[in-house]
């Protein structure tokens, strides 16, 4: 699903993500070892929103900001980028949308992006635009699927025609999104993603939002308070101005921004 033939710079994209392996076959090894690769790498961010710039979904655009920028991104841009890079690489795909649940009662649109990946015959759950609570590898889509991404414990359950994401978090699972199998197209995206950059109701538009995740920490900026989790402690501070904002961006998620940048978000 291309709106247009362009093709990005797949060794300058490998670079990016650090992805260092000997293979480039559509195999389970090259698939969970790129998507590794890629959450470790590219973090979770909505900061362009909160400068008022437009988010593209453009795939040169993309990569313009997510590969040649050192930037980050959100959902649909970083799984359009992987999508892309998937396909490349020979896999066999279809672009899902997820209503998220987490840590909300009310029932939201579907605004969230996943993959599904056929490989070796079976099917398996990708997501690299999901954060910091988000998948490090693919999980096999099979009902009451159970797998460990090192100190995180994730779950697919079936819901009649629906298939539901969870965390094992504070001792009990925590459903994280839901989804269907219907494929969507370009042009379904674009749409969530104008809601999510734009509408006031957005989480988006009024809240900065930064995450990356690791095999042994997840680190989680919500406007000016960092918090650091990893399956044995959480750890929570407030930061003091926007200097020292602009000083977590650069050292805890490798963003870098000029001087004085100013994010527009409401204060917690």
Request: proline share 3%; charged share 20%.
């Amino acid at each position: 699903m291309e709106d247009n033939f362009f093709k990005i710079d797949l060794e300058s994209y490998f670079e990016r993500i650090g992805y260092k392996g000997k293979s480039s076959s559509p195999s389970l090894d090259t698939l969970f070892e790129i998507h590794l690769a890629h959450a470790k790498s590219i973090p979770f961010e909505n900061l362009d929103i909160l400068l008022g710039k437009s988010i593209s979904l453009e795939l040169q655009d993309i990569e313009k900001k997510l590969v040649i920028g050192n930037r980050g991104g959100y959902c649909f841009e970083q799984n359009i980028l992987f999508a892309h890079v998937l396909e490349r690489l020979g896999f066999k795909l279809t672009r899902l949308a997820a209503r998220v649940h987490y840590k909300t009662n009310k029932l939201l649109p579907r605004t969230h992006m996943s993959l599904l990946v056929e490989c070796n015959g079976s099917f398996w759950i990708a997501d690299v635009g999901f954060g910091g609570h988000g998948l490090l590898w693919p999980i096999l889509l099979e009902d009451n699927q159970k797998s460990v991404h090192f100190g995180w414990q994730y779950r697919v359950l079936r819901q009649n025609q629906h298939w539901l994401l969870q965390l094992f978090e504070n001792n009990s699972w925590t459903s994280l999104y839901s989804f269907s199998l219907e494929p969507q197209e370009l042009v379904d995206y674009k749409i969530a993603n104008y809601y999510v950059s734009t509408h006031p109701d957005s989480l988006f538009t009024k809240t900065l939002i930064v995450q990356s995740l690791s095999a042994d920490l997840r680190k989680f900026l919500r406007n000016k308070s960092l918090t650091l989790i990893n399956p044995y402690f959480t750890r929570t501070r407030q930061l003091n101005d926007n200097n020292e904002l602009l000083e977590v961006l650069k050292q805890d998620f490798g963003l870098f921004f000029a001087p004085n940048t100013t994010f527009r978000y409401n204060e917690d």
